[in-house]
């Protein structure tokens, strides 16, 4: 697997060094240490295809000026043999280095030999990564949080996954604790009032009809309606519905039991109902996890005692007022944390803590991420302390936090329905939209920006439609590939003759922007930031349009034509590689 920027770099490093050399031998610079030398991409490629700082930082240790430096160490570049052309000395001294057309035949031919394994890397060799996603609290459907969480936390494990890491996907299901508690007094609430005098005439009024029934309780829910709810509940439709069905299924012989077995009923009758919607919603979204991990085996097996002990014995507690405090103040926190509130239930940070603990001690991962939403920023410094309490490293531990996201119709914001109660759910989403478009415009800025979903742009057929731009030139190049057949014309080996007939500016382009996937894979891995993925095929195939405008393949002399028929089989193949990362699909019609 080759990465010929970074081979292209090393190789200028090397040819400098060896210049260098030369110069101190022959006298024309002192035998001093040669200082720390940057070699890049010049932003104007008028500046070359990469460039060396060498002589300035060279200037002060050789008391001569950079552009004497320069002069001498570009007079000295043997380039016979290397991927460049020539070099020059310009500027304040920049040496930069020219590509000879061996190093563009060379990515053409990297690309067609290496297949889908072009752009992995080997960043992540021997090392494993937990990415934990989505996470939506199992109490009800998954929102348009939930829907930009599982496109950025599925496919920067793709992206882990091609950077060489070995990835394991999870969702952490809150089974435990207060939003369950909070869940069955929901779920009995509306139990009581279906079962009540009014409720049962609802339900006979409406013809036991679910959905009409649902609509009767939740627009009658406010303060002073026959069936007001509490603040603290869940007030959607999908808990009245739980209720209802659960009626139809099993009678009212719950209502004359106490209210701690109704609950213990409905919620063993409603989550996993709610657990399964989620699993069966997330696959037609096309993320399939290798574990789902509950919150209560960590009760079950001992795990949250088990870390409130090495706490303890971490000598970061202190009791006050009857509670059991964190001093994560100590180690880079806020303030300090309750571990066990006065009441002796331990708070939801405990569990938490357990959790990851299991992800980088008992599981071993050497690095646990985690994609989160924009109110957990303070979630981030407490967590952190807590591992460095326990002896972990809080540098194995890396959380995304992610912005949320407007939808918008018409230029206006879609909101949920007041009337119904029902909110803009991952189903609802995928039912108006195609996935292709969900996933790739959720990928589309880094996870820490807000931006405006456009519904009517995500299911427009037209190149304002990124994901329809990108597909339409993976078509676009199958287009070609049936002319050529139906015109009876071989594609041929494409040795490096046939390469050396590519030179013309949007080919060029073309393949230097091909050549820098691998560095792109191996940032947007180490940034933890997949868009920069998304904007790349973007951009690729943006490229494309223009060359294919500009450059005609069928009916040119014999090796131009079959150069550029390799360059399209290039621009393809990384095309399917990156919309196979994302779990696009690559359409040959359109």
Not at 164 to 189: C, M, P, T
């Amino acid at each position: 697997m080759g990465d010929l920027i970074k081979k292209a770099q090393e190789q200028v490093r090397e040819l400098v060094m060896n210049a260098l050399g030369e110069c101190v031998a022959e006298g024309v610079f002192p035998a001093e240490p040669i200082p720390a030398f940057n070699v890049e991409i010049p932003a104007d490629p008028k500046n070359g295809d990469m460039s060396a700082n060498t002589a300035m930082v060279c200037a002060r240790a050789f008391r001569q000026a950079p552009c004497r430096i320069g002069e001498e160490i570009a007079k000295r570049v043997f380039l016979e043999g290397s991927y460049y052309e020539r070099c020059e000395v310009a500027g304040a001294g920049f040496i930069n280095f020219y590509f000879s057309k061996h190093w563009f035949s060379e990515v053409v031919a990297d690309v067609l030999k290496e297949k889908e394994s072009f752009g992995s890397t080997d960043l992540g060799a021997g090392k494993s990564v937990l990415v934990e996603y989505v996470s939506a609290n199992p109490t009800g459907p998954m929102h348009i949080g939930n829907a930009r969480g599982g496109a950025i936390g599925d496919c920067l494990s793709s992206v882990l996954e091609k950077a060489g890491y070995k990835v394991a996907r999870e969702f952490y299901v809150n089974d435990a604790g207060n939003q369950i508690e909070k869940f069955g007094h929901s779920l009995l609430l509306r139990f009581r009032q279906l079962t009540s005098a009014e409720g049962r005439a609802v339900i006979e009024a409406e013809g036991n009809d679910t959905e009409k029934v649902c609509a009767v309780l939740y627009a009658e829910s406010g303060e002073g309606g026959r069936f007001a709810m509490p603040e603290d509940v869940y007030l959607g439709t999908d808990i009245i519905e739980h209720a209802k069905n659960y009626i139809d299924e099993n009678g009212s012989s719950l209502a004359d039991a106490d209210d701690d077995a109704v609950k213990k009923a409905l919620v063993a009758y409603a989550l996993p109902k709610n657990i399964a919607g989620l699993e069966r919603d997330l696959k037609k979204y096309r993320i399939v996890y290798d574990r789902w991990f509950r919150e209560s085996e960590l009760h079950n097996n001992g795990s949250v005692d088990d870390i409130i002990g090495r706490l303890k014995e971490s000598g970061y507690t202190y009791e006050q007022d009857g509670a059991l405090w964190f001093r994560s103040s100590e180690l880079g926190d806020e303030k300090d944390r309750v571990l066990i509130r006065d009441n002796g239930i331990p708070t939801y940070f405990v569990p938490d803590i357990a959790y990851h603990y299991n992800k980088l001690v008992t599981r071993g991962f050497d690095t646990a991420i985690d994609i989160l939403g924009a109110d957990h920023h303070g979630y981030i410094p407490r967590m952190k302390a807590a591992m460095q309490a326990l002896g972990v490293d809080p540098r194995r531990l890396n959380m995304v936090i992610m912005q949320m996201v407007n939808l918008v119709r018409g230029g206006e914001k879609y909101k949920l329905s007041k009337r119904s109660g029902k909110a803009v759910t991952l189903s609802t989403l995928l039912d108006e939209i195609p996935i292709d478009a969900a996933r790739f415009f959720f990928n589309l800025r880094e996870p820490n920006s807000q931006f405006d979903f456009d519904l009517e742009l995500a299911i427009s057929q037209s190149s304002d439609n990124p994901v329809y731009y990108v597909q339409y030139a993976h078509a676009r190049i199958c287009s070609v590939l049936r002319r050529l057949e139906e015109e009876g014309i071989e594609i041929r080996p494409a040795d490096a003759d046939i390469l050396s007939s590519l030179g013309e500016p949007d080919e060029v382009e073309l393949i230097k922007y091909i050549a820098t996937l691998p560095s792109v894979i191996n940032e947007s891995a180490r940034n933890s930031d997949p868009a920069r993925v998304t904007r790349y095929v973007w951009e690729l195939a943006t490229k494309y349009h223009r060359f294919y405008t500009n450059c005609r393949i069928v009916g040119e002399e014999e090796n131009v034509m079959q150069a550029r028929i390799a360059l399209s089989l290039a621009v393809k193949q990384v095309i399917v590689n990156i919309l196979d990362m994302l779990k696009i699909e690559c359409p040959d019609k359109m």
